[in-house]
């Protein structure tokens, strides 16, 4: 039994300690903070004078209060903090789009370099005896069979 737990641990360490997984791990992390940043953008800085703008408003107090039937009490319904929430997710969603969207630049760009040095790197040689083009690798010619 000791053996099949040693073995098991063994391939999660193998598995856990993949470049993968540990780039996987570092990106929710780093994910996770920078939601908190946005949420403090939101919050903090763009839904304030956005509310003072309509008059004064707090967009996490705005509240739809339903009765429930007995006296005094409700049921909340916090349509506030939904608009901050989708302010949030918009932010986070143009940030990862933008991302994105430099990152694929940044692979088009590489990609570009690698086609110029692969179209910089002869692949074909002429015959010097009969003039057809072959390859560069050939050490004979297919056409005439002199020796290049």
Excluded at 43 to 59: E, H, K, Q, S
Excluded at 65 to 93: M, Q, R, W
Excluded at 114 to 132: I, L, R, V, Y
Aim: glycine letters at 8%; charged letters at 20%; proline letters at 4%.
């Amino acid at each position: 039994m000791f053996d099949k737990l040693k073995k098991c641990g063994e391939e999660f360490k193998t598995f856990a300690m993949r470049g993968n997984v540990i780039d996987m791990a570092v990106g929710i992390i780093i994910g996770a903070a920078f939601g908190k940043i946005v949420d403090s953008l939101v919050n903090d800085i763009i839904m304030p004078p956005l509310g003072w703008l309509m008059g004064r408003v707090d967009f996490s107090k705005l509240v739809l209060a339903i009765p429930t039937g007995k006296e005094g009490d409700f049921v909340n319904i916090n349509y506030g903090v939904f608009i901050n929430t989708i302010i949030s997710f918009i932010l986070v969603a143009f940030a990862v789009f933008l991302l994105i969207k430099g990152i694929n630049k940044l692979q088009a760009d590489k990609k570009a370099d690698d086609a110029a040095a692969e179209q910089a790197t002869p692949t074909t040689k002429e015959c010097p005896h009969c003039f057809t083009t072959i390859d560069i690798r050939a050490n004979k010619c297919p056409n005439c069979t002199a020796d290049i």
